[in-house]
């Protein structure tokens, strides 16, 4: 069964090198993390397993990487100066600051109770602020992005051009984003710093609806595909009260984390919003000639954004296991193949001389190809946990009888079965069974 409390999944990340709180040695920094060998590895994977989705497989769709420092015109464009704010409150009583509207009882503090002790609410933007310049006071005044979306809008002329595409077409983009949140939280799942996977995806203005509808369903599958079950999934509207200014309709893929249902990636109808709100205050043209009708209009935007951290805890906590096995208690991350950290692990059964040579050949030809470990201390068993826990799918093992029979034992991490194979097959077997 899935983990049911996040602090499983926490000491596991930080005994195995997944996540490490950052500047540690130092007391830490509030709400930051680092990934560990393991953490940056599956970080990565689910990076590319969301390009290769969205954009390896599709002709529709191309891939950017934009400056993460704006100047303050893109940001007052977008309306993030003026709207991307959330309402604060402090406790006079205990001096705790808390969102207005995540509090269950507005008249109460949660941390000591105290009643009728907030101050007035009042509106906190959410960007970092700095100076770009070498004197300090002296700089233009700059903005580390909050969404990678704007990137992606301004130069929608650029990539129509360059690209060749015409609507309905995407742009995608992975990359680091910034909030000051005021009540960071829940491990990796809400952090002042972060990484998005988002798309734009521009339509023609009658095609939005329909493309909405098809986004928010393939939206949802690719977590489905990627292990986690159908049950902690859920696809949520959103009510009115909550639309963002630019959005004709949004809903949330959200997943069942330990403490709920919480948001795991937004689908939004921006429809021409940001185009024209860019185009309006840089005085250049944001739209598109169709010589086929002999239309020119600015297209309506769908746009599909989730988070790569939020989408490696959900990845995490959906694939934590513990079972049985051999009178033992087993702890299992049972990923799917293209997002565990190592897709293979071999490990020669005794660190003697007369393994470690073809050990360690292998090793070689699968490293070529698929993300590999080497382990050669401990007993066989315990070796074979670590790789359960670590979420290894296979694991190689060599033995004195492989110098003989030229063949490897082959294990699998779900159901422990081990099967003998030829070494000079053992491409094709790991291909079949990793499905890659």
């Not at 490490?20 to 599956?42: K, N, T, V, W």
């Not at 939005?208 to 977590?223: D, F, I, S």
């Amino acid at each position: 069964m899935a983990a049911t409390e996040l602090d499983q999944i926490v000491n596991l990340c930080k005994r195995r090198g997944f996540v490490y709180p950052s500047a540690e040695i130092y007391g830490g920094f509030r709400s930051s993390y680092d990934y560990g060998p393991l953490g940056s590895l599956m970080l990565r994977n689910v990076r590319e397993a969301w390009i290769r989705t969205m954009v390896q497989q599709r002709d529709d769709v191309v891939l950017i990487d934009a400056a993460i420092l704006g100047p303050a015109q893109v940001f007052e464009a977008s309306g993030h100066l003026a709207n991307f704010s959330d309402p604060l409150v402090d406790c006079t009583k205990c001096k705790q600051r808390f969102r207005q509207d995540h509090l269950t009882d507005p008249n109460v503090c949660p941390n000591c109770a105290a009643v009728g002790a907030f101050t007035e609410a009042r509106e906190f933007n959410l960007m970092f602020k700095t100076q770009a310049g070498p004197v300090e006071g002296s700089g233009t005044e700059v903005y580390l992005r909050p969404e990678t979306a704007q990137g992606m809008f301004v130069n929608f002329t650029n990539v129509l051009q360059t690209s060749r595409k015409k609507p309905p077409f995407g742009i995608a983009q992975v990359g680091k984003s910034f909030r000051n949140e005021i009540t960071p939280g829940n491990f990796i799942f809400r952090t002042r710093e972060f990484e998005q996977m988002e798309m734009e995806f521009f339509v023609p203005p009658a095609e939005g609806p329909a493309w909405y509808e098809y986004w928010c369903n393939a939206r949802l599958q690719w977590y489905v595909d990627l292990g986690i079950p159908p049950e902690m999934l859920v696809l949520r509207p959103h009510a009115d009260d909550e639309l963002s200014h630019y959005s004709a309709g949004t809903a949330d893929v959200e997943f069942l984390y330990p403490w709920g249902w919480g948001e795991l990636e937004g689908i939004a109808q921006r429809t021409d919003f940001d185009l024209i709100q860019h185009a309006d205050h840089s005085g250049e043209k944001l739209d598109y000639f169709d010589q086929a009708t002999n239309e020119r209009y600015v297209p309506h935007v769908i746009e599909p954004a989730g988070g790569v951290n939020r989408a490696m805890a959900a990845f995490l906590l959906a694939a934590y296991d513990e079972d049985v096995v051999n009178g033992e208690t087993r702890t299992v991350l049972r990923l799917h193949p293209r997002l565990a950290p190592y897709k293979v692990a071999v490990l020669p059964l005794s660190k003697k001389d007369t393994l470690t040579p073809l050990a360690k050949q292998i090793l070689a030809t699968l490293s070529d190809r698929y993300m590999c470990d080497y382990d050669e201390t401990q007993a066989i068993g315990k070796r074979y946990r670590r790789q359960d826990e670590i979420g290894t799918p296979l694991c190689v093992t060599v033995d004195f009888d492989s110098l003989e029979d030229g063949a490897v034992t082959v294990r699998d991490r779900d159901t422990t079965e081990q099967v003998r194979v030829p070494i000079v097959e053992i491409h094709t077997v790991l291909r079949d069974r990793l499905g890659f």
